[in-house]
Antibody, heavy 115, light 110 residues
Framework: QLRLQESGPGLVKPSETLSLTCTVSGGSISNSDYYWGWVRQPPGKGLEWIASSQHSGNTHYNPSLESRVTISLDTSNNQFSLNMSSVTAADTAIYYC???????WGQGTLVTVSS | QSALTQPASVSGSPGQSITISCSGTSSDVGGYNYVSWLQQHPGKAPKLMIY???KRPSGVSNRFSGSKSGNTASLTISGLQADDEADYYC??????????FGTGTKVTVL
């Protein structure tokens, strides 16, 4: 059974870079049939897609976040990562990693942007 | 890329059927058969209920069904049960964004 688990700091200072990692077990991110991605949800609000990437190199970003976001795949550790630069309080949210058909999700991790 | 439009709330009594709409444009919902529906209970990660407009993942009850007409997709829940009370989100592939989510609908079982 596929499992995804987010990890990373729960508190990030404004203007700094948010970095999260998703560790995948029970399946390989090298499988080019699938994309892997990140979705976030501000407290009490709806879902927002951030980015998705595939082992073959195809990568897609939310146009509204593209200038600040990088997604990368580490096939040797079966992990994929999200970096988001120049964060502000508006980036405070639960961040989920998911297989990008959205059939498997991590439990989510709350990231708060505050000094 | 604007979010797809969903009603803020829909309610129904146990056993009834309800339908949630998801309105987009010809550049997303109307242009592709890549609409999915997600269920999210409070404090939990979303769960995929429908993909590719009408397909149900293994293990999802056949009380959930999807459809699409023009630029609007719909999720119908028949035989409403207490555990169906949750937030529901549609999402679609789009020309200007690879994925766009809907605004979300809170389903209340009366």
């Amino acid at each position: 059974q596929l499992r995804l688990q987010e990890s990373g700091p729960g508190l990030v200072k404004p203007s700094e870079t948010l970095s999260l990692t998703c560790t995948v077990s029970g399946g390989s991110i090298s499988n080019s049939d699938y994309y892997w991605g990140w979705v976030r949800q501000p407290p009490g609000k709806g879902l927002e897609w951030i980015a998705s990437s595939q082992h073959s190199g195809n990568t897609h970003y939310n146009p509204s976040l593209e200038s600040r976001v990088t997604i990368s795949l580490d096939t040797s550790n079966n992990q994929f990562s999200l970096n988001m630069s120049s964060v502000t309080a508006a980036d405070t949210a639960i961040y989920y990693c998911a297989r990008a058909r959205f059939d498997s999700w991590g439990q989510g991790t709350l990231v708060t942007v505050s000094s | 890329q604007s979010a797809l439009t969903q009603p803020a709330s829909v309610s129904g009594s146990p056993g009834q059927s309800i339908t949630i709409s998801c309105s987009g444009t010809s550049s997303d919902v109307g242009g592709y058969n890549y609409v999915s529906w997600l269920q999210q209970h409070p404090g939990k990660a979303p769960k995929l209920m429908i993909y590719d407009v009408i397909k149900r993942p293994s293990g999802v009850s056949n009380r959930f069904s999807g459809s699409k007409s023009g630029n609007t997709a719909s999720l119908t829940i028949s035989g409403l049960q207490a555990d169906d009370e949750a937030d529901y989100y549609c999402c679609s592939y789009g020309d200007s964004a690879w994925t766009v989510f809907g605004t979300g609908t809170k389903v209340t079982v009366l």
